[in-house]
Each structure stands twice: as C-alpha cells, then as structure tokens.
C-alpha cells in the first residue's frame, strides 16, 4: 500500500479526506480515500509510493487545516508477531529514502488509541536501538526526516516517514500543554497552542513583547485574556459577562461590557483576539473590517463550525476574508487549522504584512 497517513480529530475524519483530496488533485495528483468514522485519521492511497513521496513534497503542511499530523506511508502490517514486532518494522523501513534523526511511536487519538500508547513506550527504546544499529536511525538526530509508526493494534501499525520541515513538531500533532492553574479556563489552552503552532519562537518574541496592546472579544472569563497578560500585554477584555478577578488583578486589563459587533477601539493595537461564539461568517466578515479597517496588526480567532458542510463553511469563511483583503491591498499572512484543542471550531491566524497600495 503506498499513500499519506494524515491524523485528524475523532469525527472529522470526512473533513480531512475532503481537504487532502482536494489539494492533491490541485497538486495533479489523482487517489482515493480509506477513512473510518470516528477512527482518528484518513488514509489516501496513491497509486504508486513515488506519488506518495511526490505528494509530501508538494503539499506544504502548514496549509492543511483538519490535519494534525501526516507522513508518507512505507507499509502497513497488520501481522506483526507479539513476541517479535521489532524485526517486522525494520522489515517495513527497508525503502525509507534515507536514515531519519527521529522517531515517532503514535496512536490514532481515541480510547482504542490510547490503551496502545503503553505498548508504544515499551517498544520505543528496544526499537531505536534497532533502527540506529541498521543504520536508519541517526543519533544524534541530524537528519531530515522524521519515522511514524501508528500502531491501530497490538499487531497492526501504519509504518512511515514525513519531513521534520513539513510536518507537525508534535508525535501525533498533539503538544501536551499543562492546564496553567492561575488561568480562569481551559480555554486558555487554545490560544496558548495557536502562539505556538503558528509563531515560531522568533516570531514570538517579536510579537508578544511587553508593552504591546490587544483587544480580546468574547473574552469572558478570561483565559485568552490571561495568556497575553501574563506577557504584561495590555488587554481591552469585551464581554457582557464577567471576568476573573485574578486577571482584573493584574491591572493590565479594561473590561468593557459592550457587543463585540460594535466595539470600535480609541486607537490601533497589536493584537485582536476573538473567541465569540457566533455564526462562523459573522465572526469571518467582523475580522476582515478589523484588519480592513487597520484596527489591528494580528489576529487569532475560532470560528465555530456548523453542525453540516464544515468544510465548505471553513472554506467560503477564509475566502471571504482573503477577499475583503485582497480588495483593500493589503498584505497578509493567513493560516488556519484545528489544534488539538479546538473542539467543533478552527482557529485562525491572520497577520497584516506591509500596505502594497496607498502608501
Ligand atoms: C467561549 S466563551 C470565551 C471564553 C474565553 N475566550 C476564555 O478563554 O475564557 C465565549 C464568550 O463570548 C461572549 N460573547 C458572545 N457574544 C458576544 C458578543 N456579541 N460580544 C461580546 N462577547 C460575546 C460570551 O459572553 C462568552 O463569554
């Protein structure tokens, strides 16, 4: 079997065979689907393992919104002997195109999945020391590529390799971030991956400095509020309902209980940040006249997806922002993408570049 394995959030499974679809034949190459509901990932065949390859290196990863995570498919074994898995995965790995600097042991991420994850780290040691005996694994790791291993059973894994660049950081596309005990909910947890899935470090440090100024809408209780002040960002918070006095402590933040539809700011800041749950096109065209209107530099906000015609919803959304954009001139960069995170909702990240008409 030759393909890309693309891991996805239980249920959406249907999403992410639409997008890999699509894009592959945007890309000029033609293959079909293996998905199971609620399996946690999206398997597309491709006729040769040389297309596979191909597909990898022409898709960029940061552009697919339902992965969490791919790789190229080397084989699928679903024998693999209990007592001696280690000889059937190298056996796998004989057509990896060159040695790899990491290993990744993953589950699709369920309950099945899960019960997997203790086999996965008892075979992690045993097997690296294998793979840098043969010679497919370099230590330390200096190479290119990543291996994947998705194990669906105790004797069945997807077998494979992805490249470091283009692909997610995380085994699985999944960071495990702890729940910060000072914040006021695990919202919170949403924007603290998207800074980091969509900001590299650089990145930032330069835009999350201390000083900088945001508006936050929806913002109660106040866990995204909470991730920009405790980078003594000061935060506009917009919400009728009330916010945590731990965040009002930090004397960084001016509630204002007003409609986030018409809340218009005195003066530009940094960052507009929005987690309103509203109809994902009201959300779309209220960002696009922020950025349109220059309120703002950057922008991370969900939008909350409907219940049918997800991607498609997603889809019409960002094109109507790269509209309202495009017209006005201005130059952006714009990316999107489910974290792990995110429930029925994708967040958004948009940052404005330099005017290219006007100035
Ligand atoms: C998902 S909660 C936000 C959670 C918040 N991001 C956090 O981390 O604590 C959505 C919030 O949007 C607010 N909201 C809904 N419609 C709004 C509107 N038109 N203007 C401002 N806030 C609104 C709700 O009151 C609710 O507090």
């Not at 002997?81 to 790899?100: F, H, N, T, Y």
């Not at 002040?229 to 309902?241: K, L, S």
């Not at 204002?256 to 509203?278: A, I, Q, T, Y």
């Not at 130059?331 to 570049?353: G, M, S, W």
């Amino acid at each position: 079997m030759s393909g890309l394995f693309l891991y996805c959030r239980p249920g959406f499974e249907p999403e992410c065979a639409a997008e890999i679809q699509e894009k592959s034949s945007q890309a000029g190459l033609v293959g079909y689907i293996k998905a199971k509901a609620d399996s946690g990932y999206v398997v597309f065949v491709t006729t040769t393992p040389e297309e596979a390859a191909q597909l990898h290196q022409l898709l960029s990863f940061s552009e697919l919104i339902f992965a969490r995570q791919w790789f190229v498919i080397l084989a699928m074994r679903n024998d693999l002997p209990v007592d001696d898995r280690i000889s059937g995965l190298l056996d796998a790995m004989q057509a990896l195109p060159e040695p790899a600097g990491l290993l990744y042991l993953e589950t699709p991420d369920t309950n099945a999945g899960k019960e997997l994850s203790v086999l996965c780290r008892r075979l992690e040691q045993p097997l690296r020391k294998a793979l840098v005996d043969s010679g497919r694994l370099t230590e330390p790791a200096d190479a290119g590529l990543c291996i994947h291993i998705c194990f669906l059973s105790t004797h069945a894994a997807y077998i494979g390799y992805a490249s470091s660049q283009n692909s997610a950081v995380w085994p699985m596309g999944i960071p495990r971030l702890k729940f910060p005990g000072q914040a006021p909910s695990r919202s919170t947890l949403k924007l603290e991956e998207a800074l980091l899935y969509f900001l590299s470090d650089r990145q930032r440090e330069k835009m999350l400095q201390s000083g900088m100024t945001a508006v936050d809408l929806g913002a109660s209780p106040g866990g995204w509020t909470w991730q920009l002040v405790r980078r003594n960002i000061r935060v506009i918070a917009v919400d009728n309902g009330a916010m945590a006095e731990s965040v009002m402590a930090t004397g960084l933040v001016e509630h204002r209980r007003v409609d986030g539809f018409k809340f218009r700011p005195e003066h530009k800041v940094d960052w507009l940040v929005c987690d309103v749950v509203e109809q994902p096109i009201r959300i779309a065209e209220l960002m696009a006249s922020w950025l349109v209107s220059d309120w703002c530099n950057h922008a991370i906000f969900n939008l909350k997806l409907p219940m049918k015609k997800r991607y498609p919803e997603v889809k019409r959304c960002l094109a109507l922002i790269e509209q309202k954009l495009s017209e006005a001139g201005i130059d952006y960069i714009l990316r999107a993408r489910q974290l792990y995170h995110d429930r029925e909702e994708v967040t958004v990240f948009i940052t404005r570049q330099v005017y290219q008409r006007n100035r």
